[in-house]
């Protein structure tokens, strides 16, 4: 059978609406036509150089990201910088790129869920649901984090180091260790520093994000922990998410995961 870039679309969409993408986000179509015949996709967090070169390696045609390669408005295709120069090879290469960013994150399901699962928090909740009737009626369960418990309390360096080894991270910066025990477990993946609030209120012992700035461990002042996993470190299972949706929906259609997704923040031990 053969398959066209909107048929790719149409799958990731049935699950992830582009309806659900927040304004200021680039989610869809960055790069190719709808119309354009594609035989393999290749899934990543974002797309660079390295990513490019896989993808012409393995025979991709299309490549589906978590972040949109471009973000922010261009005004020229010069090639300076690396998101001009990846489009650019992008049209040249015949390589279509799509990206499902903030509406994977906020379908229900998705991101933080995918997140929450590996961590085997039970009774999960949405943290923070969305707002405005339109969305409300039809995805009712939509919005960004979860909240959940713990099958068995943990004392904060244990839950610390567990969280550690199910996410395979390097680091966790985090605030004072002010509760005795962890139940009780608030996350949202990305930079979600600024649903802490709205975790401390739920009554979370421990709320999980990143992109935490300084005076964020201060404000958590003794009455939750807030704990900062990394971007990159979050986010890394959308390459098992889309992987996921993608197969599920179009069985018969190749798809890789890739084998050249980095993380670009570097730690010195």
């Given at each position: ?6 048929d ?19 989610s ?8 354009d ?6 899934v990543?967090?974002d797309?660079?150089d ?19 390669l ?21 049209i040249?290469?015949?390589i279509?790129l ?15 869920h995918?997140?929450?699962n ?7 909740e ?22 959940g418990t ?27 260790l ?10 949202c ?5 600024s ?25 958590a ?18 390459i ?17 995961k ?9 730690y010195?031990?």
């Amino acid at each position: 059978m053969k398959y066209r870039v909107k048929d790719i679309i149409l799958a990731l969409e049935d699950y992830a609406p582009e309806i659900l993408q927040q304004p200021y986000d680039n989610s869809g179509l960055v790069v190719g036509r709808y119309n354009d015949e594609v035989s393999k996709a290749l899934v990543c967090v974002d797309v660079t150089d390295e990513v490019m070169d896989e993808a012409r390696q393995i025979g991709a045609d299309i490549v589906i990201s978590h972040h949109p390669l471009i973000f922010h408005a261009i005004k020229r295709l010069n090639g300076e910088g690396y998101v001009q120069r990846i489009a650019e090879r992008a049209i040249i290469e015949g390589i279509a790129l799509y990206a499902c960013h903030t509406n994977l994150d906020a379908v229900h399901g998705g991101m933080s869920h995918k997140v929450a699962n590996i961590l085997g928090l039970t009774g999960i909740e949405v943290l923070d649901v969305f707002d405005g009737q339109d969305l409300r009626e039809k995805w009712e369960l939509a919005g960004f984090g979860v909240i959940g418990t713990l099958p068995e309390d943990m004392e904060p360096i244990a839950f610390l180091a567990y969280l550690k080894e199910k996410l395979d991270l390097d680091v966790v910066r985090h605030s004072a260790l002010c509760k005795d025990r962890i139940s009780r477990v608030a996350l949202c993946t990305g930079g979600g520093a600024s649903l802490a609030g709205k975790a401390c209120k739920a009554g979370t012992d421990i709320y999980i994000a990143s992109d935490f700035k300084y005076n964020d461990f201060i404000d958590a002042d003794g009455r939750f922990i807030v704990a900062d996993i990394g971007h990159y470190e979050s986010e890394y299972c959308a390459i098992d998410l889309l992987y996921e949706i993608i197969t599920k929906k179009l069985p018969t259609f190749a798809v890789r995961k890739s084998e050249k997704s980095r993380n670009p923040v570097n730690y010195y031990y």
